[in-house]
């Protein structure tokens, strides 16, 4: 599996789709950090409820908490880097190739799998890294650091992280149980904006959603990044949701891909 790993990083690394992928992810930074403006595609959205919203700042320190509320946003560019981990064997039909030559279609998935974690490990690492220090660079530093400041970033990067690893296996299931990318983008996006849009309907018609929150991904991940203000039951209900998803979709997938026929 090791060499299976090794070749696809290579193949990676000379291509040209995670370096596009990074430098949107910068030009996003660039727009929101270097005009002072919060956008983004689901900030504000109905994770939020119920959570006291910081002051947006652009300065290094302050740059973090905008930064934790952008993470749902990264999803969006996540799906590009799953794709480019897992979908070529079936785009380009090596897929049998390898199969024939003797690799088991559960080191086939796994080495996928992990290649697609570790793209999202650097997705999230270039994310905060990146985007502070572009903060830093424009407005500087925002002055002495707050006690607690570093390890709480550990603590609500990982469990945001957990999360977004979670989303990397259900878009790998997705690869390996329909390996046709329209497919794919399709239910991803899908699965990313109806749960978060039927709860935010929901609310608007007075209904209180607050603790099924928890139960959806994205609003999980938007969640955690108000790590300080969210109860223990819901952190832990936010991250059993997300452990649930990993070992789930990946039993799941790699069943439905051993017993599938590959044409």
């Known amino acids: 599996m090791s060499n299976i790993i090794r070749a696809d990083i290579y193949s990676i690394v000379r291509g040209k789709a995670l370096y596009v992928t990074f430098a949107l992810i910068m030009i996003f930074h660039i727009i929101t950090i270097g005009t002072q403006s919060a956008g983004g595609i689901t900030i504000g959205g109905a994770g939020n409820l119920g959570m006291e919203i910081p002051e947006v700042g652009f300065d290094g320190i302050r740059s973090a908490s905008f930064l934790y509320s952008q993470m749902d946003t990264m999803a969006f560019f996540l799906l590009p880097l799953i794709i480019l981990a897992a ?13 024939a030559w003797g690799i088991s279609r559960t080191k086939l998935y796994m080495s996928k799998l992990a290649i697609a974690i570790g793209l999202c490990v650097l997705m999230v690492l270039f994310h905060m890294g990146v985007g502070m220090a572009f903060a830093t660079l424009l407005h500087g530093w925002g002055g002495i650091t707050p006690d607690g400041f570093w390890l709480g970033l550990l603590q609500t990067v990982g469990a945001q992280l957990v999360m977004l690893i979670a ?97």
Do not use: W
Request: with cysteine.
């Open 87 to 99: 979908a070529p064997i079936f785009s380009n039909q090596t897929v049998k190739n390898d199969i």
């Open 167 to 263: 989303l990397t296996c259900i878009g790998a299931f997705l690869i390996f149980t329909f390996r046709r990318t329209a497919i794919v983008n399709g239910a991803y996006i899908a699965f990313y904006l109806i749960p978060s849009m039927l709860l935010s309907f929901f609310h608007s018609q007075g209904f209180n959603v607050t603790r099924l929150l928890d139960f959806d991904i994205m609003s999980g991940i938007n969640r955690l990044g108000f790590l300080s203000q969210l109860e223990t039951y819901s952190i832990l209900t936010i991250l059993g949701v997300g452990a649930a998803y990993i070992v789930v979709t990946t039993v799941a997938g790699i069943i439905l891909f051993k017993r599938a026929e590959i044409k």
